[in-house]
């Protein structure tokens, strides 16, 4: 009797394994594709929006995700279908290892490229926004909700490939992401027409588009709980797929095609793979639910699920102001840095026209979020803002500085600034100025060489022109108004800042006409 | 040892000739016909038209659901399905005989020529009875234009993918011309973002058509699988 050596079978090395799937994935083949949508969508994108980092983050979740989502879910959807394209199933079937591990490496080969194209690109983001932005620091609960999405759509289609292996379930699956993005932007869109109105599942989609308010995350932190929704959700998702993946040789039938419930792992793999699909049902329902609570708050104007949501983020972000030493001070976010050498251009003219009359404030500083600026002559500091709320002009901080300032943009802040220097707490209230102010005021606003604005009520930035409406405008013809501007302006500088003296306090009381004016 | 035993296998008997005029027009429409069908079924023909039926039901879906938002952006879903035809078309150029087919394929130009012309009218008169009685945005023409330059990208790309992998730069294009749309851009080569009745647009989808269906008629879809490699 002699010993025979029995070779025992190699140790399964799953990282060499992985490491040529990696090698051989055909998602290699997308990446210039990518790169290219990347530059003329996002990264374009990005270069135009105002300089905050919640803005730029935008675009990773509302732009980049969507077709990396889309190329991710249809490229693991093709490698999915390798094992039937290539009629290797029967072959596979006699190997040692369990198919799961096997489909295994090659779904993660497939997320690891997806993953690693995202993170590339939003680094690129990051990179581009460090560079324009002048305080905060990167968000990244964007981010992992977009590592998460990519994982959890390279799973359903893998799953789906590995189900259907057909040659139009690569296209189809990608194509019905596709789909699906869009018609979770327009649920967003639809949820954001009726916003304070209470919750919305929209919230659920990843890309919820710009912010609405240029300020987000700056005066108040965005909150985590709609990424917190976000990544339960599609955890969720990515557990079901995961688990539909291992139980999926067990539905086949045994010795027709596919692998028997003992090669894909055994009884303990079909009830874990079960008990994921369940896990995971449930983690979606549970998102579900929870988004169906969500509310967008009147303070911070971010979206909030009460279940989820911290106090603690409803307090207002602690920043020093940053000034000029000019004449008429000008104060701003640091965020805005980049706005406030044009902002405070703008207002000097403006506040020199009126330095030493009744009323007039000691500095400006930006309003906090959306509020209005406090009346004329009962404070000492202008609220301006950058939102065009409140602000006749209606410039804001819409881009870029070097994009947005131009010579309209700085008559803007002109024109409010001296329309609220006249106007008292009636205009404030309904956002028209009587006859006899807006005459004054673009009497004024003529002095430093700025044009009379179309007047309408305060609206936000975008928002199409209202023309004028009100009883203090339907009293007066616009020729009116301007023969009485024209008259004041005519005036000498001594006997309109006299007479501005001695009137401005009637003037924002509304109590002067149009044929008191000099 | 001699071969005399060796019997020679029986000679099958030569079929007659066959009469000369009458029958011979019609057996040359019928093999025709079942050479156009078995090209049409080894590229998943049948197949394709189920999926190009399902792509005309989701678009009737998500406009009888009103799922598209208003505006420029009522093109955006609708473009994306279109575009799903337009892969689907492209997949079917993929041929499972490789390079066998070639080299004894005297009609195969015709045959690539014939099954992408018939599947990219069916694609649009699929899509556009899909429609019928609901609204879509800039209507048939812009359907038509999206779909057979969309269809010519599918084709072209099938020259160096392959055909199963063909679907990836018509998508890639779509995403792009989402934005375009987005930002209302007015190249021609943009056209999903144009208006049906922009001629440049008209000229670039139909260029873009008549180039990838020529290009794959004479040479067909890459044989050799991308990821073979």
Redesign the interface.
Known sequence: MTAVAVARPARFRPARALRLEIK???VA??LP??A??FY??TY??ATGLPPTWAYHASVITG?ML??IC??GA?LAA?AGTREG?RKTGDLLATTARAAWTRKATVLAATAFWMVLAFLAETAVIYVQTAGQTTWGGPPLWPVAVGVVCTITACAIGFTAGTLFP???T???I??AV??LE??G??AV?DTYDFRFSGGSYAVLTPGQGLPHLVEAGVFYRIPPDVSIAQLIFMGGLLLVAAGLLALSPAARVPGVRGLSLAAAGGRALAVLAAAAVAGGVAASATAYSLAGTAQQSSLTGNWEIPALHDAASDRPVPYTPVCTSAAFPVCIHPAFDGYLDAVSAALQPAAAEVAGLPGTPVRAELAVDDALPAAAGTTSVYGYSGTGAGSIGGSWFGGPPGEVINAIWTQGYQQSFLFWFVSGPAQNASGNPDPAQQAVADALLAKIGAPAPDLAPPQKAGGPPVSQSGPAGAQASAAQIAAAASRFGSLSPAARRAWLTTHVAALRSGAITLAQIP | MTAAGVETPPVPPVPPAPAAGAARPGRLAASAARLAWLHLRSRRGPAAIAALTACAVALRAVLHWQLTSGGAAAQQIPMIIEAGAAVVIAVTTHSPFGEAERTTGRWLPFLRLGAVLALTGAAIGLLQLGVTGVSLNDGVLTLARNVIGLTGIGLLTSLVTGGLLAWILPLGYVGFAEYALAEAWRNPWTWPARPPTDRGAWICAGAVFAVGVLAFALRGARARLADDA
Do not use: C
């Open positions: 051989h994935s055909p083949w997308t594709v990518l290219v949508i003329l969508d374009r994108t732009h969507t077709y889309v190329f249809g093709w394209r057909g040659r139009f690569a296209p189809i990608a194509v596709f789909v869009f018609v932007f327009k869109d």
